[in-house]
Structure formats: C-alpha cells, structure tokens
C-alpha cells in the first residue's frame, strides 16, 4: 500500500511540473491540467505539492530522463524509415535571427537543435556548412530529404550540399508552394472583387467605432481578420471570417440603429448632415443645436477656405438647388478672391457678364445635356465645353442688364465674375466646374 501511494505521489508530481511549464491556462494547457487533478483525487487527502526546488531539479531532471527515452525510441525510428530535416526561421523581440532544426519521421516531431543566425550571413556558402553539421548530427543515412525556405539562397546552399550527399533530397515549405497556390487563385477576376467587396467590409467596421462596437455585443463574436498585402492565405481566411459572421452582418445592417446611422453617414455635405440631424430630433433647437454646432465649428475651421467656397458655389448641384444654397456673404466673398487672385482687366469684367447667363442658365449652359447633367455629373465630368472665342461672342450678344442685380451692390465688381477659373485660359474649358 505504502509503495503504491509513493508511486502514485511521483506520478502527480511529474504532471505537476508539466502543468507548471505553461504561464497561463489556455484550451492546449486543459488536458493536462486535468490529469494533475485526477492524480492529487487519486492520493486523497492530505497530498501536498511539490515545492520549488523540487519543481526546479528534482522532478525536471526525471523529466530530462523523459524526454531523453522518447526522443531515442524516436531516433530509432530513423535508422529504419528515415526522416527529414525541417528547418524554421524566425525572429524573435530582440530582433535576432534564430533557425531551429527539427526531424520528422512516423513516430513524431523530435526538436534537436537551434542556431542565432544574427552574426552569419546568410548567403549559400554558410547555409550550406550549416545544413551539413545537422545532417552529420542525424546521420547522413537516416536522413531522406531536407525541407527549407524557397528563398534564392537556400536553393544555391542546397546544390552546394547536393554534391557532399547524392542521397538527401531537397524540397521547400509546403506551405510556402500552398501560399503561392492561393496567390495565383486571389489573382482571378472574379476573386479579385470578391477580395476587394471584403477589404472595404472590414476597413469600414474597424475604421468605425459604432459597428465595431455594435458586433462586439453579438454573442460569440471574434475578431475578423483583415486581408494581407502580402500574405496570400490572409484573404481566404478573411474572406471565411466574414462568412461566419455572415448572420451578425445582417443582423446589423438592417438593424434600426444602423439606419440612423447612415442618414448622417451618407450625408452628401455638411449642409445635408445638418438636415438629418434635425429631423432626427424633430427640429427641436435645443436638442439639435449642441450638434449642430459642432459641425459648423469643424467646417469652418477645417473646410471653409475660398476655395472650398468657389468649388462649392461654382458646383451646378448645389448652384441650382436655389432652395438649399449658402446664400451667406462669406460664400460669396471667398470666391471673389478666388477669382481677384487668378484674374484682371477685362478677365474680370467677361466673368461678370459670364455668370448671369450661368446663373440664367443661358447659351451652353442651358441646354438640356447641361441641364440634365447637374446632378448626375461631377463638376470636372461636364459632357459639354464652351471655348473661350464662343463665351465671347455669346458675351457681345447678351445685353449689360441681364446681369445686374443678382448680388448686393456693396460687393466690390459684384459675384458675377465667380464663373471662370483658370483653366479659361486654356480656351477650352468645361463651363460646369
């Protein structure tokens, strides 16, 4: 009795200092927690554990011994079916370069070796040295071939260690050939677009702290994974993520929060997002305006420059929209300077007369592709020209009244002159930018 207890207490011991290796519990850590607890169970009341010194040296060396016979059984292994040399290169916090050698065969995966690369360069020659001092530790005919990186260098260190060993053979990461298998299929058409629709997926919810912090409530909710620029498999794995989270997608898109949300996010301006901050709430000033406020605090620090007023009063879209437009002298003033900064003379008096017929939408600008382009084309999309000669000519026609009394006679030249940029010089200008 008394010796099955002892042998059982070495036992619990010995999970004990596997258990101990690991910093943190993680799912990989469970199983062998699981097996500590079923042993202290099995000597019963009164088990105390092992103390630091034992963990340190006693119970590590029996360990050692171990890992010792495992790794011999597997060694064993090698003389009867062979076995290959995978190496793996990696860096780690200090920035070293490390190269660890491991052997695979049927009975298991055995580490035997690593080397701080940091202070070799890595050119064929040394790699080649390298690579024979592994194969001399495992045994030249244990070993049935050797797995490396694809890199230019390795290839050259192998034909190097091909002539010392005609019997190893040589072949690079199935992961890395996997990796350029997915390249090749991200490059299709169809594949392409189906990578790109999920990069703007996830660069809008992780760009965006309301979905983001929407889907994070979701029950079973993970991190999505963004496709790589360089790693090929990362689009494939992004693009399963996002099916997994196919229901919580949905589920947030037609959601009613998400709606609200949008009526101020797809908001063409300021101006826009201002009106669905106020019918949001209904048009009560004092719930709206704290909003409001902000906006037109941001936009006139950031945004509200003179050419931010030109291209936004010489923009058909909102030119036209004669209910809606920023009737506010300040507007108006900094598309003078615009105009005062880039013209003179008679420059300045042709754009006087050149804006009552933009404004009456007269000549080019009144034709029905013009008129129908408004809001439907980009200012620089304009369908139509005018070339300057023509913008003359149509000028000596048009009577000097028709282009009065659009602004208030206090505006030095009045903001008739607003039409024209620079590009008029060009004499063949799109009239609608």
């Known amino acids: 009795m008394e010796g099955l207890l002892k042998e059982n207490d070495h036992k619990l011991k010995q999970r004990g200092i596997e258990f101990a290796e690991s910093n943190v519990i993680s ?22 554990a092992p103390s630091y010194h034992a963990l340190k040296v006693n119970l590590l060396v029996d360990a050692k011994k171990s890992v010792s016979l495992l790794i011999k059984s ?29 052997v695979y065969c049927f009975s298991g995966i055995s580490f035997i070796k690593y080397v701080d690369a940091s202070s070799i360069e890595s050119n064929a020659k040394n790699l080649c040295n390298l690579f024979s001092e592994i194969v001399e530790m495992v045994g030249v005919k244990n070993v049935v071939q050797m797995v490396t990186d694809n890199g230019a260098n390795y290839k050259a260190a192998w034909i190097l260690l091909s002539e010392r060993y005609r019997t190893v053979t040589w072949s690079s990461y199935a992961a890395h050939c996997l ?88 908001a063409i301006d300021f101006k826009q997002a201002r009106k669905g901050i106020k019918d949001l709430f209904k048009n009560k000033k004092d719930l709206y305006q704290p909003y409001t ?25 909102f030119q036209f929209d004669r ?34 017929m933009f404004w009456d939408s007269k000549g080019n600008f009144g034709r029905i592709s013009a008129v129908q382009g408004r809001t439907k084309h980009r200012p620089e999309e304009a369908q139509w020209e005018l070339d300057y000669d023509q913008l003359k000519n149509m000028l000596e ?37």
């Not at 030095?412 to 060009?426: A, M, N």
Request: with cysteine.
């Open 74 to 102: 597997y060694r064993s292994q090698w003389t009867k079916s062979g076995c290959t040399i995978m190496s793996d290169g990696w860096r780690d916090i200090r920035q070293c370069h490390l190269i660890n050698f491991l």
């Open 293 to 317: 406020k902000i906006i037109n605090e941001r936009w006139d620090k950031m945004l509200r420059t003179n050419i931010h007023c030109a291209a936004y009063w010489l923009n058909p879209t």
């Open 397 to 433: 026609q048009e009577p000097p009244s028709q282009t009065q009394g659009l602004v208030d006679e206090d505006d030095d030249d009045s903001v008739l002159r607003l039409l024209c940029d620079r590009e008029l010089d060009t004499y063949n200008t799109p009239m609608s930018q």
């Open 179 to 266: 990796n350029l298998v997915l390249k090749d299929v991200s490059e299709l058409d169809n594949i392409k677009e189906i990578i790109t629709l999920a990069s703007r997926v996830t660069v809008f919810i992780y760009n965006h702290k309301w979905p983001l912090n929407w889907l994070r409530k979701r029950y079973g909710w993970t991190k999505i994974i963004r496709p790589g620029a360089t790693r090929f498999g990362t689009a494939f794995i992004a693009l399963k993520c996002l099916v997994d989270h196919k229901n919580d997608l949905h589920a947030m898109v037609i959601s009613n929060d998400f709606k609200k949300m949008l009526r101020v996010k797809n």
């Open 27 to 48: 799912d990989d850590d469970e199983e062998q927690q699981v097996h500590a607890v079923d042993k202290i169970t099995t000597v019963g009341f009164g088990y105390k």
């Open 323 to 356: 209910e809606n437009i920023c009737k506010k002298r300040k507007v108006f003033q900094g598309v003078l300077d615009m105009a005062e900064k880039h013209y003179s003379g008679d420059e300045l008096t042709d754009l006087n007369k050149a804006i009552g």
